[in-house]
């Protein structure tokens, strides 16, 4: 059934929100149909978190119409969006994990016996008939904590049914999500429309939305730029609306001559998560690592900056043997990190963007901290990384996530640091912050500083690195070229299968 032939069920007329001097949202008109998956895309700060918070009742309009099954509503509050039929799905997970999924279905809504008494078994029963329903592979009894990012979305997806939800958004729900996981969510999200439910879905990686999207609107500034029939558009026809330029141009970096070895890990080890993992990188290199999500990454990243203790292996920098027992130790060696999840590991969220950026410096007159020369550093580094903030005060939670990303990345330009771990550096961030980010990286490398950068984004870590170290099930199997190794190749090392089928030697 063409999305032309479906019912509309929801639809917002005219919808503008204002923050003091900022539009967020200016006579916004969207609409979604029954059984359709309408794919909402533009930069960070394009106004679609304010659009999907007004739909969800976590903030009401200036003015404007907002119409949900025929009825009209000037503004929605959380509770009658959820009467409606409406459920968000946000990007940071809002499960208990120490709870069962069945726990965290039935949650504030239990089933009760007597007295008042949680009837467990009932309440397994049903998580059981609600998850069968949804063909997924999830056990009712299993803790979340021990389920992988992918299911513990689906467990979102059923407690979202399990409120009778017809309207689900979904904000960003593929972006800590490998290649598997990700097939395994867009699937769930193609059986949820053709039950006849409309899916709000946002995402900042494309190639997503032209796989799974009937329809397509690009927000910019705050307003409508435009909206299409997927099937009747191309890539950079969208990138074009999001941004006025190729999708090619992101992708094109200037190359930089490579010096010395900087770093050489060697037989680096750590029980249960990887072993006997060696390479080297030099001065001026980007090294990116890819391989699927769970494959040790991450983890051979924090025991090299010290998060995480290794349990044998070298490391060695400038030709010293060290072994950095904390982030502050690997700080002082001439490391720094940008971690994967910025919101927990990276930012002091209530702190203001002024003190998040100066952290790692602690610029100091004797004794006493010199408020004018943090103020002066980080004045200049907004203005050079673009950072779209009301002020140096403000708290960084309330920036988008691309310039909370910029933020980070201000900090370690202020340090001395010679070696950048970068892990995801542009997850959750829009196209616009990408082309700024992979600038200043190499900007970076230019300088004669060299970086190891974790990604699962293809585009990116074939663009950007120079060599790409493939980590597979906690060992490092390979280092390929970047610039000698197709995108199906390097997916074939990371799955450990040839182009042809056959098995990676």
Known sequence: MRWTDRGEILSVQNISKRYGDTAALTNVDF??????????????????????????????????????????????????????????????????????????????????????????????????????????????????????????????????????????????????????????????????????????????????????????????????????????????????????????????????????????????????????????????????????????????????FGVEPKDGGKIVIHGREVNPKSPWEAIRLGLAMIPEDRKTLGLFDIRSVLENMVIARNEATGLVLDHVKEQEFSKDLVQRLHVVTAGLKQPVGFLSGGNQQKVILARWLLSDAQILIFDEPTKGVDIGAKAQIYKLMVDLVKEGKSILMVSSDMPELMSMSDRIAVVREGRLVTIVDSKQVTEHELLGCFLEVHHDGGVVV
């Open 31 to 304: 609409n979604l149909l029954a059984g359709e998956v309408h794919c909402l895309v533009g930069e960070n700060g394009a106004g679609k978190s304010t659009l999907i918070k007004i739909l969800s009742g976590a903030e009401q309009p200036d003015n404007g119409r907002i119409q949900i099954f025929g009825k009209e509503y000037a503004h929605l509050t959380p509770r009658q969006a959820l009467e409606v039929g409406i459920s968000t799905i946000y990007q940071d997970l809002e499960l208990i994990t120490s709870l069962t999924v069945a726990d965290n279905i039935f949650l504030g809504h239990e089933i009760k016996r007597r007295y008042g008494i949680i009837d467990y078994h009932t309440q397994n029963r049903k998580a059981r008939e609600l998850i069968d329903s949804l063909d997924v592979d999830i056990n009712e009894s299993a803790y979340v904590e021990d389920l992988s990012l992918a299911k513990q979305q689906m467990v979102q997806v059923v407690k979202a049914l399990y409120t009778n939800a017809k309207i689900i958004i979904m904000d960003e729900p593929t972006a800590s999500l490998g290649i598997e996981e990700t097939k395994a969510l867009m699937d769930l999200v193609r059986r949820l429309a053709s039950q006849g439910m409309g899916v709000i879905y946002i995402s900042h990686y494309l190639g997503e939305i032209f796989e799974i999207g009937d329809r397509i609107t690009v927000l910019k500034d705050g307003r409508v730029q435009a909206m299409y029939n997927t099937e009747e558009v191309d890539l950079d026809t969208v990138t074009r609306s999001m941004i006025g330029r190729e999708r090619s141009l992101f992708y094109d970096r200037q190359r930089v001559a490579h010096g010395n070895t900087v770093l050489r890990v060697h037989n680096l080890s750590k029980r249960g998560s990887f072993e006997d993992v060696s390479f080297d990188l030099h001065r001026g290199e980007i090294l990116g690592f890819g391989g699927i999500v769970g494959a040790g990454r991450s983890e051979v990243m924090n025991a090299i």
